[in-house]
Nanobody, 115 residues
Framework: QVQFVESGGGLVQPGGSLMLSCAASGSITGYAMAWYRQAPGKQRQLVARVSISRRKDYAVSVKGRFTISRDNSKNTAYLQMTGLKPEDTAVYYC??????????WGQGTQVTVSS
């Protein structure tokens, strides 16, 4: 199974920005890539996904603020987050697949939005 290492999280004030990275252990060329998040006490939810053809889809709560992208040459997916809100606070994970999770879950990266 492909494994992922997420990075780029941190503490940011409301309205701030962060860029998350997801490095895969193998090629991502043949896979859709997706970002998920899990807030304390809540289930993991889909945030954004990008298909092999680079079609993009976003959760309503982040549309217009987050941008997903991929660099197949680097086996890496990204999540640019702007206009961050306290409710965006969560551990962020990435995985391969459009409707399913094809790889192993990584450790995730913590994003905390607080003043």
């Amino acid at each position: 199974q492909v494994q992922f290492v997420e990075s780029g999280g941190g503490l940011v004030q409301p309205g701030g920005s962060l860029m998350l990275s997801c490095a895969a252990s193998g090629s991502i060329t043949g896979y859709a890539m997706a970002w998920y998040r899990q807030a304390p006490g809540k289930q993991r939810q889909l945030v954004a996904r990008v298909s092999i053809s680079r079609r993009k889809d976003y959760a309503v709560s982040v549309k217009g603020r987050f941008t997903i992208s991929r660099d197949n040459s680097k086996n890496t997916a990204y999540l640019q987050m702007t206009g961050l809100k306290p409710e965006d606070t969560a551990v962020y994970y990435c995985n391969a697949g459009w409707d399913t999770q094809l790889g192993s879950w990584g450790q995730g990266t913590q994003v905390t939005v607080s003043s």
